[in-house]
């Protein structure tokens, strides 16, 4: 979404009115998608309105020689769009990479963040397997960028388009209908239908099945600019603006998130174009409904729209990270800081920018040089803002030595009583999180170190099985195990690693404190079949690779908790709603959680009495309890992972095990 002011030539009142209702109902359904199922076509509603305001833009221009013409055009964009975009986008960084932690961060937040300089964030998003409304979604401060993303596509592709089609180089005739943009736009509709059924992430992000509505506010400013004649039949008025309206709620209300853009975008695309209509036909303003929308505090609205997008979705984002947006109280909270660093934004920079003497002076081409470099620049530097974080932030979790799972400092080798042997380890992100271990391992005993992980993607989990569907999870696995197959020796070992309780948060949300709630959902009909199967499986992996050798160790379930570690570990979110149940897990919980694998592993010890199982249970828990810290120090990162502190205490334990198997 870009708010865009039309040139005062063809200013029309209502139209910050409409994008005061679109920024409103964008800001409601980000703020709780209870409160307005399909708040999230408001976007759409501001597609059509910048489809019909940079029309206008460019049809004052269309005169001009086609260099002057495109340079100009940029000219203004990059004046409008880039100094508020790059003082949130720079000011955003600085929050993330201060306050965030890191390790329960995506990469790809960084990447989408880096990538909304240069108007490329809607790519990385459709390649994402997260759609935009997964929970993950909820926690990356840039995914709002997409539309600016989708827009800026645009301006490089409709400038171009309206030359032509303005000079009649493609047909003489002034019929819509035989325009390049109508074609344009039919096929992107057409295109629009086939992603939102077959590939609904990309539908929703790319411009291909997005230019249709920008289009229909560029065909209905042709329109006006050629045909228009001004009505006095109010009563035709406002049922055009009546319907408008009634169109845009269907889509406010009832916009089905899993087909969208197509059909539920037509609404909202439709209803924007019909009150647009009624509010550039009118010739009266007295019985006009169309008036309510150009009253002054709802126009001033409309005005901030483009800062209020802007600063809406990284504010709430910060929020959830830090002291949360589940009350009232939090959710009024971050309203009113968006309202305020909109206003600033507004007055200080969209307003005050475009008016410095030396900007209106500079020639064209001088600015879109100077606003490219300056692009470039701040680009550069968010991107060392990220790259400065473990140095910079003020989260506790920046000392990586003791949080991260994956880092080891020594430079030597203290040992080499296992060299010529190899240990090869598969299975979910639980197997990478041992890395720091493996790296102790390699270090202290000389052993070579193997590990094939991917999340999600366990193995012998006795949960469900991985090695069925058509994910990538079951080809990933497939090749794995046949790679170990190939390589492994006798003398050498395999260690299957995987998340074996129900979990009971991710770094989104708790998904239950309950223990009875937990144990119900993982004891249905269906999860016992799932299980049955897991087991079935399980054992047929074994016998697989019993055949080669007979040193196999399986981790047994380890403590999972309603709690993030990593998240509540700093001062600023402890009173985070996902922290209410305190760092730790009672041990009977724990317990009764880790009796629903005892069956599994009881027919597993039977059939395979040689496999050795790795317990860590009693070593992260006394007997009351157990806590997500040791003496200070984090055991996880999360809810169920180790942290680089817990990968060194759980070090000895894991060893020991490891000489009893080459012993």
């Not at 400038?159 to 390049?180: A, D, E, G, Q, V």
């Not at 939102?196 to 509505?213: D, G, N, V």
């Not at 009583?417 to 102790?440: N, P, R």
């Amino acid at each position: 979404m870009i708010n865009l002011q039309p040139e005062r030539a063809n200013y029309i009142p209502g139209i910050d009115g409409l994008r005061a209702i679109a920024v409103l109902t964008v800001m409601l359904f980000h703020l709780d998608g209870l409160l307005l199922p399909g708040g999230f076509s408001g976007v759409d509603v501001f597609f059509v309105i910048s489809g019909y305001v940079v029309a206008g833009s460019l049809n004052g221009h269309a005169k001009q020689k086609f260099s002057t013409f495109i340079i100009d055009f940029y000219r203004r964009r990059i004046i409008r769009i880039f100094p508020v975009l790059l003082v949130v986008l720079l000011i955003s960084i600085l929050v993330t990479v201060l306050f965030l932690p890191k390790l329960a961060l995506s990469r790809s937040f960084a990447y989408t963040g880096l990538a909304a300089f240069f108007g490329g964030s809607n790519f990385l998003l459709a390649a994402s397997t997260e759609t935009y409304f997964s929970p993950s979604v909820e926690f990356n401060p840039f995914v709002h960028t997409w539309s600016l993303a989708v827009e800026e596509q645009f301006y490089v592709l409709f400038p171009i388009m309206y030359f032509i089609w303005s000079r009649h180089l493609i047909t003489r005739s002034k019929s819509l209908i035989f325009n390049l943009v109508f074609f344009t736009a039919l096929a992107s509709f057409v295109f629009s239908w086939y992603e939102s059924t077959y590939y609904p992430s990309q539908a929703y992000y790319h411009l291909t099945s997005r230019f249709w509505e920008l289009a229909v506010g560029a065909l209905l400013f042709k329109y006006h600019a050629v045909t228009l004649r001004k009505q006095n039949n109010v009563s035709l008025i406002n049922l055009m603006f009546i319907c408008g309206f009634l169109l845009m709620g269907v889509g406010f209300f009832f916009a089905d998130k899993t087909s969208f853009p197509f059909p539920w975008a037509i609404p909202s695309v439709v209803g924007t174009a019909l009150v647009i209509h009624s509010l550039v036909i009118k010739d009266t303003l007295s019985l006009n409904l169309g008036r309510w929308l150009e009253i002054n505090a709802i126009r001033y609205v409309g005005k901030l729209s483009y800062s209020l997008y802007l600063w809406h979705w990284p504010i709430y984002v910060f929020f959830r990270w830090t002291i949360g947006l589940e009350t009232w109280q939090e959710c009024l909270s971050a309203a009113c800081l968006t309202f305020l660093l909109a206003a600033m934004s507004y007055h200080l920079v969209e307003r005050k920018f475009s008016s410095f003497k030396l900007i209106e002076s500079a020639r064209s081409g001088v600015v879109v040089v100077i606003g490219v470099i300056t692009i470039s620049l701040s680009f550069g530097l968010g991107g060392v803002m990220f790259m400065a974080q473990n140095r910079i932030s003020l989260s506790v979790t920046s000392n990586i030595d003791v949080w991260s799972p994956y880092i080891y400092h020594y430079d030597t080798k203290t040992g080499n009583e296992y060299a010529g042997k190899t240990l090869f380890v598969i299975g979910d992100s639980h197997a990478g999180a041992y890395g720091k271990m493996f790296k102790m391992l390699e270090e202290k005993t000389g052993i070579k170190v193997k590990v094939y992980s991917k999340g999600g993607c366990g193995i012998l989990n006795l949960r469900s099985p991985g090695l069925v569907g058509d994910g990538s999870c079951k080809q990933n696995l497939s090749n794995w195990l046949s790679e170990i197959e190939k390589e492994i020796k006798d003398t050498d070992i395999l260690f299957f690693s995987s998340l074996k309780m129900p979990r009971m948060s991710d770094h989104n949300s708790l998904f239950a404190d309950d223990i009875q709630t937990v144990l119900a959902e993982n004891t249905t009909i269906q999860a016992m079949e799932l299980r049955k199967e897991a087991l079935q499986e399980s054992l047929l992996v074994l016998k697989r690779f019993n055949k080669v050798t007979n040193n196999i160790i399986i981790d047994a379930p380890k403590p999972v908790f309603p709690y993030q570690t990593a998240r509540c570990a700093d001062w600023y979110s402890k009173n985070n709603s996902i922290c209410a149940n305190g760092p730790f897990n009672r041990r009977d919980h724990v317990d009764a959680l880790s009796q629903l694998a005892s069956k599994q592993i009881a027919s597993i010890q039977n059939q395979f009495p040689q496999v050795r199982w790795w317990h860590t249970i009693d070593d992260l828990c006394d007997e009351r309890i157990c806590n997500v810290y040791h003496r200070g120090k984090p055991l996880y990162i999360d809810g169920d992972h180790l942290s680089g502190y817990g990968n060194e205490y759980l070090y000895p334990s894991f060893a020991s095990l490891i000489a009893q198997s080459i012993d």
